[in-house]
């Protein structure tokens, strides 16, 4: 296993807000929540950033979950922001692909 925080979140040696899991991605509450709903979705197959990423049926795959969960695990029919953030000069801190779902409130743009 590569030595990666959220690949410990998904082995369950650091703890953390599970939200939603299944055979592909691992979702859980952003620690550092940015809106009243903030979940990170991450898939369970290690992929450090968008950029490295040359599988479209993986990325297509954790946008459905995204979609699946902000619908129906978080319930935010109102709407809802999805962020990637993508290395260094996109503000990614943890190398393992995750996508931000952002909710609970107007978001400004
Ligand atoms: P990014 O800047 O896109 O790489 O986002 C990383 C996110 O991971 C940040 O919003 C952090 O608040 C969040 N984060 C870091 N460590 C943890 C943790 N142990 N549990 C939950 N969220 C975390
Ligand atoms: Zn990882």
Redo the contacts with the bound molecule.
Sequence with gaps: MPDC?FCK?IAGD?P?GKVYEDEDVYA?????P?APTHV?VIPKQHVATLSDCDDPALIGMLMDRVRKIADEVLNLAAGYRV?I?VREGG????FHL?A?ILGGKKLPF
């Design positions: 925080l979140i650091i953390s859980f509450k952003d620690i550092h940015k990170l962020v953030n503000g990614q801190e943890v995750h931000h």
